[in-house]
């Protein structure tokens, strides 16, 4: 390899020797015409030629720096992908324990409604079912007299509900 450098000869630069500026005379002679156009007619064969520039980095660098680039957005796009996963499953485990308790809090109010269970819990705290039941008739009177003190009174307060309306049509009564 030294070889070939070895032989390729150095570059030359010719340096200039005329004066970089020269007086300029307002009057032209032909005879001095002549003579600046003898030098521009040897000058003929230059020519102005665009600079050289020179890349700071190789054809081969910039393939590599971009794969390079690529991988690094590859990995983190993968990234991305494995976080958004884990979130997913996480909220998906969030749901999936939120039916579960959804489930067990139906199933303990199922059995806390229950007419056995509800029997049982009468019973311990000293209740017994009925073994007849007892109309009471009330008299005319008082019935009018109830009546005209309730006259101005809101219907929603001088009127009650009926009982079917106080409770739900899922409770059967306690036949004796």
């Known amino acids: 390899m030294s070889a070939v450098f070895a032989e390729r000869p150095a570059p030359v630069r010719r340096v200039r020797t005329a004066p970089i500026s020269k007086p300029v005379s307002t009057r032209v002679s032909k005879s001095s015409r002549n003579a600046t156009d003898a030098p521009r007619r040897d000058r003929s064969h230059l020519r ?10 190789s054809v081969a660098s910039k393939v590599i720096l971009s794969i390079a680039s690529l991988l690094v957005v590859v990995v983190i796009f993968q990234t991305v992908i494995a ?8 909220v998906s485990t969030d749901v999936r324990l939120a039916r579960q308790h959804y489930d067990e809090l139906r ?31 009330i008299p005319a009177d008082v019935v009018a007299s109830v009546l005209a003190s309730t006259g101005s009174m809101d219907k929603k307060i001088s009127q009650p509900p009926v009982s079917d309306e106080l409770f739900p049509q899922t409770l059967t009564s306690v036949t004796p």
Not at 48 to 57: L, N
Not at 83 to 90: G, S
């Open 48 to 57: 102005v030629v665009a600079p050289i520039s020179k890349s700071k980095f």
């Open 83 to 90: 976080e958004q996963q884990l979130r997913l499953d996480k």
């Open 107 to 137: 199933q303990q109010r199922a059995e806390l409604r229950a007419p056995d269970y509800l029997r049982e819990q009468a019973m311990m705290l000293g209740m017994s079912q009925g073994v007849s039941s007892k109309f009471a008739t």
